[in-house]
């Protein structure tokens, strides 16, 4: 079981731009898949971005890739999701996964308690 704790979300305005870091403990950093979610009110959970945990490549929604950049730093057990040029869709709570990779929910097995974003027009 890892153990994951999300930071760095807050109210920026439109066009600006956010860190949000996941902290994991537990099982080996290095040996799952990272992946960020957010969920707008009334809406589902869905993907955003991933990272494989051997090479470090990256897959993105469609709706932040050129904005968004997912890394990870195994040295410090923390996975970092810089979003630029932020807008008001943007707005939802996201969470960070550990899990097996891909772009559902039931792939990844660990969840953090997530950080709320809000993105003000």
């Known amino acids: 079981q890892v153990q994951l704790v999300e930071s760095g979300g807050g109210l920026v305005q439109a066009g600006g731009s956010l860190r949000l870091s996941c902290a994991a403990s537990?099982?080996?950093?290095?040996?799952?898949?990272m992946a960020w979610f957010r969920q707008a009110p009334g809406k589902e959970r869905e993907f955003v971005a991933v990272?494989?945990?051997?090479?470090?490549?990256?897959y993105y929604a469609d709706s932040v890739k050129g904005r968004f950049i997912l890394s990870r730093d195994n040295a410090k057990n923390t996975a970092y999701l810089q979003m630029n040029s932020l807008k008001p869709e943007d707005t939802a709570v996201y969470y960070c996964?550990?899990?097996?990779?891909?772009?559902?929910?039931?792939?990844?097995?660990?969840w953090g308690q997530g950080t709320q974003v809000t993105v003000s027009s």
């Open positions: 996964a550990a899990g097996r990779g891909g772009t559902y929910t039931p792939l990844y097995s660990d």
């Open positions: 537990g099982r080996t950093f290095s040996s799952y898949a």
């Open positions: 990272i494989s945990w051997s090479h470090g490549s990256t």
